[in-house]
């Protein structure tokens, strides 16, 4: 039973465009959601996350979006560029003890 | 300041066959944990350890032991491998005392078993 679900396993977007990058969940005891941005050959690395008692988290491009009514969360990128082509992974987690549920990632690219 | 460190990079096991991944952060963090990484899969926790002298299992730990050796390492042991078990392998650490839920990877270790 998949409990964080990134459904579209890839988005392609123009250059300057937004990349909406969508996961949903299951489990609502999930209190903390986190995104990943992993290159080829190399380890996950953290972007931005959102605990539950928010509804929108921004880091410069970066902006999460947390509808618990929904159970869905999504990452907006804007404006992309080209480095920002890589699989995202969506995560979250119920405890203190951050032991992390990932959903299967999306490959994002971006044209020049 | 090298973060999460992970030895080999890559590795060829015959089934049968042992070995030990090793792991080791210089982030002082309390927290470590064993990930594996499957194609078109996310990562799925083996296990982890919330502090030093503490371990748990995670989603899915057939196969495996760990050791938390002391706060800055923490090693995935595959007693006899089996192919069900090529994988990237990433360690992760983080420091759940201060409320921060994100973890920081290695780099990966690309395990494969004939």
């Known amino acids: 039973d998949q409990q964080v679900k990134q459904n579209s396993p890839s988005l392609s977007v123009q250059e300057g465009r937004i990349s909406i990058l969508n996961c949903d969940y299951t489990?609502?005891?999930?209190?903390?959601f986190l995104w990943y941005k992993k290159y080829p050959a190399e380890g996950p690395t953290f972007l931005i996350s959102?605990?539950?008692?928010?509804d929108k988290n921004e880091d410069g491009r970066f902006t999460v979006f947390l509808n618990k009514s929904a159970k869905h969360l999504s990452l907006h990128i804007v404006p992309s560029q080209p480095g920002d082509s890589a699989v995202y992974f969506c995560a979250a987690t119920p405890d203190h003890w951050g032991k992390l549920t990932f959903g299967k990632g999306i490959t994002l690219s971006v044209r020049p | 300041n090298a973060g999460v460190t992970q030895t080999p990079k890559f590795q060829v096991l015959k089934t049968g066959q042992s070995m030990t991944l090793q792991c080791a952060q210089d982030m002082n963090h309390n927290s470590m944990y064993w990930y594996r990484q499957d194609p078109g899969m996310g990562l799925r926790l083996i296990y982890y350890s919330a502090s030093e002298g503490t371990t748990d299992k995670g989603e899915v730990p057939n196969g495996y032991n760990v050791s938390r050796l002391n706060k800055r390492e923490f090693s995935l042991r595959l007693e006899s491998a089996a192919p069900s078990q090529t994988s990237v392998y990433f360690c992760?650490?983080?420091?759940?005392?201060?409320?921060?839920?994100?973890?920081?990877f290695g780099p990966g270790t690309r395990l494969t078993v004939t």
């Open positions: 959102i605990s539950s008692i928010k």
């Open positions: 992760a650490s983080s420091e759940v005392f201060t409320g921060r839920h994100e973890q920081y």
């Open positions: 489990n609502s005891m999930f209190d903390y």
